[in-house]
């Protein structure tokens, strides 16, 4: 199928295209110079034409989002979607069904997803699902941090055989990246212990998060990953954690020379000031002011929108916390020798002073860091928010009065402390495509994704708004409006969605890292770890290992290690 | 002969995947590491088998093509007002996938035979939550080891060896190191293997976790006995549940089909969560059939519910009682049944049974059973993990890639072609 984009308004951040009228065109699934012969010509004129969106850490596969779709029939009952020629049915509402998560990703002109979190046990639950999620593209991050080979290693600075050992899972069970949840305080969980500090010991590993954090950052390097560690920090959610959060920045900052060493992921859910809820304020002003002058650091959002949520992370003492607060209803899921996982439903409200905070702080972060290219538009979905709700974010950084209209309405006592009312700011939609699709695949080292350059994968969102005439300041419902529903979503050169309808149900590529590694490096680690592996699991090693032919559409991503 | 190591057992939800299977000429001749129950499916599988589609034609069946027994089939399950498509414990996530997808297509009702077993456990789930977590969980830290309402050492034969009781972890090695308690009605095999055997008085269940929920929060009974239970021994269960360093309760359907059914595992659910205030604490359930739990977690990411949809009205509708099929049988509203991998007729009520009996069933099963007698349409199939691939799911969640390790007999396919076949017919491709 060949089609031509013309006379959209094209912002192409990694192209540095910033709103020129320009012809976009698109031959077998990708972008090219130009096209001749049968065409299918889309007219943009007076619109928007990005890259599709690219969300890099969202909860939407795998055995932990399972169940909390399990555990909230009352939250299908009330968004249902019905089955039509060309779309499957499924329910909402904060954890859609797989299809409905598809379709309502690309109705929003989104085309790549990153899954957050998969224990390596259960990545072929993962897979499965991801299997079942059409329409866009997708991968997911491998938790590694608590995983006990993991631990030996690292405690005895054995790190070539670690990377080894990271490398070999990473292939093994199909993941993109080495992501990191609460280091240490998710294994003390397991005897129902947590961290405290990053300093802090963890028995009987002899070990701290700061040497955990450390090594992954240095393994990521020695297996030279596309994406960098992505860190969910200890502490999570525990007001006074923006010190935990600035010092585990701090301590990966020698290992950097130059480049972006670190992803901190759900910044919100980390910028906490304060002793106790009561006091609790925002830590927006010093993260920025860290991140600002420290280049070798992105963040995403996880933005608190109010309303409908279920929380669920593998930090698993975090939602524990989280049920004692709120007495709801609580899962918790451990995983052998690897990590745990927690569910928590949630509903933050206005009025409540803790949420308003919580609200504040994501914008503050987004407003106050300069660099659009290390700072992301997430929700951390569904945690602070679904990913339904990006373009009330979009509005809201695009917009002053769009945060005033909702702070009119929180709770009095939060906004007399925010700093958010006197912050001006507004995102253009040059940073709107920067914060939901260039920045995020250039830190998830996509190369052919969240740009329109030549050789791009043909993932396109156009978007029904006039950006020379309108006032996204003043008209903020309109971008909203637009936003929610593109009027064309492009994936691999086909016409999927058409006025934010799903046009074709079609099923994207799942990628994960092939790593190479030193075969003799590769072989002597894994005789060493069988033994252990047997000893700490219930499966055997064999058997963990997921074969190609259990994806859908599998792509690998070629790596070559420094090993 | 070639031997095959690491094969997964598919018969009971603790999926052994240490198996070695010897084969000579597609044959299986010998097979180590598995229980019982596991060596006799592998050593037996193939007697009692169905070889032939067949179609019931006045009062006798006739043997068929494939292509008429499916022609068949798509005819009984488009002329039908409200079908049934039921079983799935017992194949692949790839079957049951096909199976939600012909569900939606002709405004079925699709369930899975947890709702004949752990139906309660879901439904506690789903009010209240739970603690848990994966089998070596418990292998590597468990102190205290609780089974309620089951008795493994001859339903789930290895749990306690590989996972449990005699299982060596990272942190507890030995059987000494862990205390074991079994709560039953009767003195079971494996009550006799534990520390402590607490005999409750039948279908007081929900009574005895509401007292120890009490006495671990530090309530003084003021009984003498609580469910035939002297309170003595109540208060010093409840000791050592607080006490211990990592403990698991672990239950089957003694808890969940005594009366009191989902209230009963919610008791259960409460317990362990308040546990947790004081130690760690996680609960179990001791799921039967191979892939019962497979079953839930497809149809819970397609449909977002865990069994009985009803896909009538266009969209995933849930409601057990109304949309699980003992009781829409009951009710006499289904008009045409789909089984995959299952035997209702033997294991739903028996009034369910009877009126099942007198609608047209198409049956899809490796083997005979009562089902397969009472039906209009029979299309033998092979078995997952024996003579084809498939995804199951260990009873604690875990997945599992099963092996195909002999050929089927000629001219059987697998659950998931058949299902493939009849779900393109179904769309006139």
């Known amino acids: 199928m060949k089609i031509l984009i013309k006379n959209g308004y094209v912002y192409d951040p990694l192209n540095k295209i910033d709103g020129e009228i320009m012809d976009i ?13 049968e065409v299918i010509e889309i007219d ?9 969106g690219v969300d890099l850490h969202s909860h939407i596969a795998g055995s932990k989002v399972n169940s909390g ?60 699902e991801l299997n079942d999620i059409p329409m866009i593209d997708k991968g997911c991050l491998t938790v590694l941090d608590n995983n006990w080979i993991v631990l030996d290693y690292l405690s005895k600075n054995e790190l070539e055989k670690c990377a080894a050992y990271i490398g070999w899972i990473l292939n093994a069970v199909k993941g993109y990246g080495i992501k990191i949840v609460n280091p240490g305080g998710v294994e003390l969980w ?46 999570l959610g525990t007001p006074g954690n923006y010190r935990t959060l600035i010092e585990s920045m701090k301590c990966v900052s020698d290992l950097s020379n130059g480049s972006i060493i670190l992803h901190v992921t759900h910044v919100q859910f980390c910028g906490y000031k304060g002793y106790s809820w009561i006091t609790l304020s925002s830590g927006a002003e010093e993260i920025a002011k860290f991140v600002n002058e420290n280049k ?69 972060i987004a407003l106050l860091i300069k660099d659009p290219w290390r700072v992301f538009l997430t929700t951390d979905h569904p945690n602070a928010g679904l990913f339904t709700s990006y373009p009330k974010l979009i509005a809201w950084l695009m917009s002053k009065k769009a945060r005033e209209k909702i702070l009119e309405k929180v709770n009095k006592r939060a906004k007399s402390k925010m700093i958010l009312p006197s912050l001006e700011r507004e995102y253009t939609f040059y940073e709107i495509a920067i914060v939901t699709r260039a920045g995020t695949a250039r830190a998830l080292g996509l190369k052919n994704k969240g740009h329109l350059g030549i050789g791009a994968d043909a993932d396109v969102a156009i978007y029904d708004v006039n950006p020379k005439e309108i006032n996204p300041s003043k008209e903020y419902k309109k971008v909203r409006k637009a936003f929610r529903k593109a009027a064309y979503t492009i994936k691999d050169g086909k016409i999927v969605c058409k006025n934010g309808e799903i046009a074709e149900n079609i099923f994207g590529k799942t990628y994960w890292v092939n790593v190479d590694i030193p075969k003799d490096l590769l072989v002597s680690t894994i005789s060493e770890v069988k033994g252990k592996f047997e000893e700490y699991y219930t499966v055997k090693m064999e058997n963990y290992a997921i074969h190609e032919n259990e994806l859908l559409k599998s792509a690998p991503l070629k790596i070559n290690s420094n090993l | 002969m070639k031997t095959i190591n690491n094969v997964v057992c598919s018969f009971c939800g603790c999926l052994c995947d240490d198996i070695e299977v010897n084969i000579e000429n597609n044959k299986i001749v010998n097979v180590k590491n598995a229980c019982s129950l596991g060596l006799s499916k592998f050593l037996n599988y193939n007697k009692h088998r169905i070889l032939k589609p067949r ?78 977590s994966t089998l070596g969980q418990i292998k590597n830290r468990a102190d205290l080891i609780i089974y309620w309402g089951s008795n493994p050492l001859h339903a789930h034969p290895r749990h306690l060896s590989r996972y449990t009781a005699l299982s060596k972890g990272r942190f507890i090695k030995t059987r000494k190191e862990r205390k074991v308690v079994v ?81 009963n595992i919610e008791a259960a659910i409460a317990l362990v969560t308040d546990l947790n205030k004081y130690t760690k604490f996680v609960i179990l359930p001791m799921r039967g059939h191979y892939n019962v739990t497979g079953a839930n977690n497809v149809t819970c990411w397609i449909t977002g519910y865990p069994f009985a949809v009803d896909f009538s009205k266009g969209y995933p509708y849930y409601n057990p009682g109304e949309t699980t099929i003992a009781d829409i049988i009951a009710r006499g509203e289904c008009d045409a049944a789909l089984i995959v991998a299952s035997d209702p007729i033997s294991h739903l009520p028996i009034e369910s049974a009877r009126k099942l009996s007198k609608i047209p069933i198409v049956t899809i099963d490796p083997h005979e059973t009562p089902t397969t007698r009472v039906s209009r349409v029979v299309i033998p199939s092979s078995y997952v993990g024996i003579e084809c691939e498939g995804t199951a799911y260990r009873m604690d969640g875990v997945p599992l890639r099963l092996k195909k390790i002999v050929d089927p007999p000629d001219g059987i396919i697998s659950d998931e072609e058949i299902l493939k076949m009849i779900l393109s017919k179904l769309k006139g491709d």
């Not at chain 2, 469910?227 to 269960?237: C, D, Q």
């Open chain 1, 190 to 235: 397991g005897w129902g212990k947590n961290v405290k500090t990053i300093d802090d010991q963890v028995p009987p590993f002899n070990i701290t998060p700061r040497e955990i954090i450390r090594g992954l950052c240095k393994i990521n390097k020695m297996l030279n990953l596309p994406h960098t560690i992505h860190l969910h920090t200890n502490n």
């Open chain 1, 25 to 37: 065109a698109i031959e077998n699934g990708k972008i090219v110079e130009s096209i001749s012969g």
């Open chain 2, 183 to 263: 709560v039953d009605v009767r003195k079971t095999a494996t009550a006799n293997i534990a520390d402590v055997f607490i005999q409750i008085k039948p279908n007081s269940d929900y009574e005895l976790l509401t007292a120890l929920r009490y006495a671990v929060n530090n309530g003084e009974i003021e009984q003498d006995e609580v469910a035939g239970v002297p309170v003595e021994k109540i208060e010093e269960l409840a000791e050592m549940m607080v006490s211990c360093k990592f403990g698991a309760l672990m239950f089957g359907l003694g808890l969940t089909m005594s009366p009191g059914k989902h209230r």
């Open chain 1, 296 to 364: 070798y650091v992105t963040l995403d959002l996880g933005q608190i929108v109010f309303g409908d949520a279920t929380t669920m992370t593998a930090d698993g003492p975090f939602q524990y916390i989280l049920y004692s607060l709120s007495k709801n209803k609580w899962i918790n899921s451990d995983v052998e020798a690897e990590t745990s996982a927690g569910i928590v439903p949630y509903r933050f409200k206005k009025k409540n002073y803790v949420n308003a905070i919580q609200w504040s702080i994501g914008l503050e």
């Open chain 2, 55 to 132: 179609i019931r034609k006045s009062k006798e069946f006739v043997n068929v093509s494939l292509e008429e027994a499916i022609n068949e089939c798509v005819k009984i399950l488009s002329n039908a007002n409200y079908p049934i498509i039921y079983g799935w414990s017992n194949t692949s996530n790839e079957a049951l996938r096909v199976g939600i997808e012909i569900a939606e297509l002709i405004g079925g009702v699709i369930d899975n035979t947890t709702s004949v077993c752990h139906g309660p456990t879901i439904i506690g789930v789903q009010d209240i939550g739970e603690s848990t």
């Open chain 1, 69 to 128: 779709r399990l555990l909230r029939p009352e939250d299908h009952y009330k968004d249902i979607e019905k089955k039509t020629n060309i779309r499957r049915s499924g329910v909402g509402h904060t954890i859609p069904s797989t299809y409905t998560t598809g379709y309502r990703y690309s109705e929003m002109g989104y085309t790549t997803v990153m899954e957050a979190a998969t224990p390596p046990l259960k990545t072929r639950h993962t897979h499965e």
């Open chain 1, 44 to 52: 943009a004129k007076n619109m928007i034409v990005m890259p599709g």
